[in-house]
């Protein structure tokens, strides 16, 4: 058997997006060992796994390829290959006229008059004190999701429980997406016995404040969340204590369109006329 580091690098996969197969019903390990929570591969779910990535090339989604790997109906599964030709078609017909129309604003001189930008609700609440497991890493924006695969990787090792999605605050003053400063943070369950390590560590946040709102949608236009925290916190009385930061709710490892990515954006304050 594999473990799943090393069927990740089988199947080219990141072990992220195997748990989260695991947790869709997609492509379950063989075996997990109940004391320390290791996932284990046999080396013929290679092929499987193979065939979730293709399905996923044509655009398949979870629910459809889960489907078909259920399904041994020839007769439907070719059915189904004519509605998702039929599908792109419509799509690569959109994309089409979408860049004819781009063609016909520059030959036209038409100025590109940006879109309403968008509303936020913004909720105050307190946030309890919680444990997290934090790495903070100079990186590639591109590599956001290896990093993170990595610290899961690390939180699995050390059978280290975790509660939630991954969340990072970014430290740069400017964007410098080739050579970022990001720290990356999980929460998970308290332990007695943790122990940091040269690249990571485990420590609280404290009680606090915090406004938040959600920002659904592509990560390109998430800085007018930002704005909309920022406003709202101008207007009330509040300032900042900690750095703000994003908890990734759905994203990449869902399989879904940007569109339906949802981040929530959050601003630890305290209120600056009781201060």
């Not at 629910?63 to 109906?73: C, G, K, N, W």
């Not at 919680?130 to 050390?158: G, P, T």
């Not at 946040?205 to 406003?231: C, K, R, W």
């Amino acid at each position: 058997m594999y473990t799943i580091s090393r069927f990740s690098q089988l199947c080219k996969m990141s072990a992220r997006m195997l748990r989260h197969y695991d947790k869709e019903d997609l492509l379950k390990p063989v075996h997990v060992d109940t004391t320390n929570g290791y996932r284990y591969y046999e080396k013929s779910q290679l092929e499987t796994a193979l065939r979730i990535k293709k399905l996923k090339e044509y655009r398949f989604s979870l629910p459809e390829i889960r489907i078909i790997l259920q399904t041994s109906d020839r007769e439907w599964f070719t059915g189904l290959i004519h509605s998702k030709i039929h599908e792109l078609s419509n799509e690569m017909n959109r994309y089409k006229q979408i860049i004819a129309e781009m063609q016909e604003m520059i030959e036209d001189k038409v100025d590109f008059i940006p879109g309403e930008r968008r509303s936020y609700d913004i909720l105050l609440g307190m946030r309890n004190e919680i444990r997290i497991l934090s790495q903070r890493v100079q990186m590639n924006m591109n590599d956001m999701d290896k990093h993170i695969d990595s610290l899961y990787e690390k939180a699995e090792e050390r059978n280290i429980h975790l509660l939630g999605t991954p969340s990072t605050i970014f430290h740069d003053e400017e964007y410098t997406p080739d050579h970022s400063d990001i720290e990356l943070m999980i929460p998970i369950v308290q332990r007695n016995d943790e122990e940091a390590s040269c690249d990571w560590e485990i420590k609280t946040l404290p009680q606090n404040f915090v406004a938040a709102t959600l920002h659904i949608g592509s990560y390109d236009d998430i800085g007018y969340a930002h704005i909309a925290l920022e406003e709202w916190i101008d207007s009330n009385g509040y300032v900042l204590n900690e750095p703000p930061y994003e908890t990734y709710l759905k994203g990449s490892e869902c399989d879904c369109p940007v569109e339906e990515y949802v981040t929530q954006v959050c601003f630890p304050v305290i209120n600056e006329t009781k201060s």
